[in-house]
């Protein structure tokens, strides 16, 4: 399986990080060695000092699928889980001025963190799907799928014109304003509406 994120998804987040809004979707790839499931702790790693978090809806692929037209691309998912992009700031920053690939900030192992569940599409309002991040209790991000500059259904079609999609591959669909630094002993738990998706410490 391979994991495609979507950079720049909504326009307050854009603006907090004083970049374009794009004409069409960004789009960088994580290994599955960046995957933590399960609630595991995540483990602040050396070569950053400003690590952020950024809570995304995730779409889990439910069957191949390669130049799909934006009518179909309801058939290739079914169901939404949550999830945590973690972002070494201060490396991508550099890499950002250097002109060079993220791959480093975005994509080290255990960056990817996935609820355990995914909810049915057909148990919520797909084109307003609420949800959020708290951090040591306090609310620290929240979003709306229908605040997506580019929603589930356009994501599929322009991503599967590059990437054949397959089988359980997660689409990390973007992330809200409000991103921040995680510090050690931080318990994260993020929900969609009311239905808590995670809960792990930062270690």
């Given at each position: ?11 307050k987040?854009?603006?907090e990080?004083?970049?374009e809004?794009?004409?069409e ?8 060695s960046?995957?933590?499931?399960k609630?595991?702790?995540f ?25 799909i ?8 998912y079914?169901?939404?889980g ?20 993220w ?32 951090i ?6 929240t979003?709306?799928s ?6 589930f ?10 990437f ?15 991103v ?19 809960d792990?410490?930062?270690?």
């Amino acid at each position: 399986m391979k994991i495609i994120c979507i950079g720049r998804n909504y326009v307050k987040h854009i603006e907090e990080l004083n970049s374009e809004r794009p004409e069409e979707p960004v789009i960088f790839l994580k290994p599955d060695s960046s995957i933590l499931r399960k609630n595991r702790p995540f483990f602040i790693p050396d070569f950053s000092n400003d690590l952020h978090h950024e809570v995304e809806l995730v779409l889990k692929i439910d069957k191949v699928g390669k130049s799909i037209s934006r009518k179909f691309a309801t058939r290739y998912y079914s169901s939404v889980g949550l999830g945590i992009d973690f972002t070494a700031r201060d490396l991508q920053n550099k890499l950002k001025d250097k002109g060079l690939p993220w791959e480093k900030s975005k994509a080290f192992d255990f960056s990817a963190a996935i609820s355990n569940d995914f909810i049915p599409l057909e148990e919520l309002d797909a084109n307003n799907i609420r949800f959020r991040l708290e951090i040591n209790g306090e609310t620290r991000q929240t979003g709306e799928s229908s605040r997506m500059i580019f929603p589930f259904d356009e994501l599929i079609e322009h991503i599967s014109k590059f990437f054949t999609l397959k089988t359980g591959d997660l689409i990390y669909t973007g992330t809200p304003a409000g991103v921040g630094p995680v510090q050690i002993n931080d318990r994260l738990e993020g929900y969609i509406e009311d239905r808590k998706m995670f809960d792990f410490l930062i270690k």
